[in-house]
């Protein structure tokens, strides 16, 4: 089951019982919907392999080991061999932590191979996995608090290579992009956009190189409605609705532009 966080920030992820919660702010990192469904499939892929359950019994396995060795730590310190306890203690939850992240980068590595062949299979161009990878790490290389996404996936030089690497065995081809994922992104942009302003110039911009850019016309017009520009929003819309009149997107935008305008007749 899919669901679909109010939250402009980038983050998916898998939960027990098969649910797999997506931020609306992957809308705004994912810039086509192979991108997009790269992102799925390998949160599908750790439901399928049962990474978080595995996750349990590895950590119920170390349970028993992991006391022990804290216990003698901690006997050692009492009896009086205090630096030996103390640094047995830390070198015990050192190890740990080390055995926990281990298990990590292999159900992450696994994610990746498994939600590589799953996303060729259902006709998408699996390239789009390193192609998400490797924007994302280029512009979060240097800040000091990356998104939520990339703490719990953290990607690598070598991570990008190796879905390179196997994305190239797989023939070319494959949906990249459809015209419905750019509507939608164009509708996340606006609704996390707390100038719509700022918006309407970069999607009037767009339009004005190339006039056959549905997805930024679209745009243009929702950000019209949602600035107040409801002179100029009509004419935005009207090109697409004569072109698909009964596509639920552009008739859902000239909704939105008539109650902004009070016409609720």
Do not use: C
Request: charged share 25%; aromatic share 6%.
């Amino acid at each position: 089951e899919f669901v679909l966080l109010d939250s402009p920030q980038l983050n998916a992820f898998a939960a027990p019982g098969g649910i797999i919660g997506v931020n609306g702010g992957l809308f705004l990192q994912a810039q086509t919907e192979a991108e997009y469904a790269s992102v799925l499939a390998h949160e599908l892929a750790h439901l399928s392999q049962r990474h978080f359950a595995r996750g349990l019994e590895e950590q119920k396995r170390m349970q028993l080991p992991l006391m022990a060795a804290m216990l003698a730590g901690v006997i050692a310190a009492a009896a009086g061999a205090g630096d030996a306890g103390i640094a047995a203690i830390v070198s015990t939850q050192a190890a740990a932590i080390q055995a926990q992240r281990r298990f990590s980068r292999q159900n992450e590595q696994e994610a990746d191979r498994i939600g590589i062949v799953n996303l060729e299979r259902a006709g998408y161009d699996p390239r789009a996995m390193p192609q998400m990878f490797g924007r994302l790490m280029r512009q979060y290389r240097y800040d000091q608090k990356p998104p939520e996404f990339l703490l719990t996936h953290p990607v690598t030089e070598s991570r990008i290579a190796d879905t390179k690497n196997r994305a190239e065995q797989f023939p070319e081809g494959g949906v990249e992009d459809s015209l419905r994922y750019q509507l939608m992104r164009a509708r996340a942009d606006l609704k996390f956009e707390s100038t719509p302003g700022v918006s309407a110039k970069r999607f009037r911009a767009m339009v004005s190189e190339d006039a056959n850019l549905d997805a930024a016309r679209y745009g243009l017009a929702l950000a019209q409605i949602k600035s107040g520009q409801l002179e100029d929003a009509p004419a935005s819309l009207r090109p697409l609705l004569a072109k698909e009149p009964d596509d639920t997107a552009y008739n859902l935008a000239q909704i939105e532009l008539d109650i902004t305008a009070n016409r609720l007749a």
